[in-house]
């Protein structure tokens, strides 16, 4: 059985960092894009980042990069969002979800699993 798990959110003043972290277990995690969205109160669920099985390619929403970095740890099953120059807008819970495929996307329809989440807060 699928599972995925977040930790690593909490409230942080703006400008500061979190790593966000979310452990995977239940089927072969290398084999797997994984990605991580968020959705802030009121608002759709967006992408922010995705990632391929082998970790070698990387893909963000525009918005976010150079603040923003995905990772994964394929030993330790374990997938990463490093979070920089932490804004009020960053508010949100952040899901990690793993894809159908090794199709690393933007589409939240392509991903079959979703963790619940772990909440951010950036404070002004």
């Known amino acids: 059985q699928v599972h995925l798990v977040e930790s690593g959110g909490g409230l942080v003043q703006a400008g500061g960092s979190l790593r966000l972290s979310c452990a995977a277990s239940?089927?072969?995690?290398?084999?797997?894009?994984m990605g991580w969205f968020r959705q802030a109160p009121g608002k759709e669920r967006e992408f922010v980042a995705a990632i391929s099985g082998g970790g070698g390619s990387t893909f963000y929403k525009d918005s976010l990069k150079g603040r923003f970095t995905i990772s994964r740890d394929n030993a330790k099953n374990t997938l990463y969002l490093q979070m920089n120059s932490l804004k009020p807008e960053d508010t949100a819970l952040y899901y990690c979800?793993?894809?159908?495929?090794?199709?690393?996307?933007?589409?939240?329809?392509?991903?079959?699993?979703w963790g619940q989440g772990t909440q951010v807060a950036v404070s002004s």
């Open positions: 979800a793993r894809s159908y495929t090794n199709y690393y996307t933007h589409a939240a329809g392509a991903y079959a699993y």
């Open positions: 239940g089927f072969a995690f290398s084999s797997y894009a």
